[in-house]
């Protein structure tokens, strides 16, 4: 990582996946080509879980290369750190004018990286279990139909699991006072 100022824990980046609303993963096609596509995944410990239609372009590449990246984004939001009538002074001044780049013109943003391979679940109780975390982080209040729909829904739906390899964790954020929470500090 390049900005080894912004890194953050492991523990950090498991919560950032918990959080997010989906992951986006990528892969190698069978013609060396990049293709990513946005999932509903969840966590159990250091194993992600997310379902698939059974056939398609993704599940293809997953049985010839199973290597995969996921990136998760957290919070993110842009900081108003100044006024308009700072921003005014600022951009007055031209030994100041990189403040608007570094502290106006900016996101403040947590995220998280995982890499690992991808693996069938052909287990039918792991699959159930699998598809429970999914529908309670997603659907958690619809969680008295689960039985019911899982019954017919698991026979069209491949469940995958991906082991967390590596995982690596950033942010940017800045504390009350304006100031960039670097190395790690949470408060």
Not at 162 to 177: C, P, S
């Amino acid at each position: 990582m390049r900005r080894k100022d912004r890194e953050m824990s492991k523990e950090f980046g498991l919560e950032v996946i918990d959080k997010a609303r989906y992951g986006v993963i990528s892969m190698i096609d069978e013609y060396n080509e990049p293709y990513g596509i946005p999932l509903s995944i969840v966590r159990d410990k250091s194993t992600l879980y997310f379902h698939s239609a059974m056939d398609g372009r993704k599940v293809k590449i997953f049985e010839k290369n199973p290597n995969v990246s996921i990136s998760f984004i957290g919070e993110i939001k842009i900081p108003e750190k100044y006024t308009k009538g700072e921003l005014d002074e600022i951009a007055k001044d031209e030994s100041k004018s990189v403040l608007l780049i570094s502290s106006v013109f900016t996101t403040e943003y947590e995220s998280a990286v995982v890499k690992g391979k991808v693996r069938l679940v052909e287990d039918e109780e792991e699959k159930i279990k699998a598809m429970r975390l999914i529908c309670e982080k997603y659907t958690s209040t619809k969680m008295d139909y689960f039985d019911i729909a899982v019954k017919s829904g698991l026979k069209r739906t491949n469940i995958y699991e991906v082991e967390i390899e590596e995982i690596t964790a950033k942010r940017k954020k800045y504390d009350k006072n304006g100031e960039e929470m670097k190395w790690g500090r949470m408060e």
